[in-house]
């Protein structure tokens, strides 16, 4: 959406109709390059605040939704579970603008020995 208008722009229509979310802010994170030797393919990277899910949600056939938490994410991405390169540099880019904050390795550790005492 624009931030002047909160008018929904195209992608942030098709994605809200796929999601079938309450309707959340929805903000661009601005366009990148997925590959430095195709300087004209662009990723049109957003991150939406999603509410509670619609009831009665069914998903389109052949996909699953589920819901993670940033430290259940920082764990896939530890383990080696998660590892597509450009959906992470979209996380980083959230939390870059502020949108969501990743916990780090040496946080989880801290609070893991902090327990322990």
Same mark, same amino acid.
């Given at each position: 959406?624009? !931030?002047?208008?909160?008018? #929904?722009? *195209? ?5 809200l109709?796929r999601?079938?979310y @309450?309707? &959340?802010?929805f903000?661009? !994170?601005?366009?990148?390059? #997925?590959? *430095? ?10 991150? @939406?605040? &999603? ?9 389109e056939p052949g ?9 259940d994410? @920082?764990?896939?991405i530890i ?5 597509s ?5 979209t996380?980083m880019?959230?939390?870059?603008h ?7 390795k040496?946080?989880k ?6 327990a322990a005492?």
């Open positions: 959406m624009t !931030l002047e208008r909160a008018r #929904p722009t *195209p992608v942030a229509v098709s994605c109709k999601q079938d @309450v309707r &959340a802010p903000h661009p !994170l601005g366009q990148n390059s #997925p590959c *430095p030797g195709r300087l004209n393919n662009r990723i049109h990277n957003f991150f @939406v605040d &999603a509410g509670e899910c619609i009831v009665g949600f069914e998903p996909l699953a939704v589920t819901l993670m938490s940033p430290e994410i @920082v764990g896939l383990s080696g579970d998660f590892v390169q450009l959906c992470i540099g996380l880019l959230a939390a870059v502020g949108f969501l904050v990743l916990p780090s040496d946080a550790q801290r609070t893991e020995r902090e005492c």
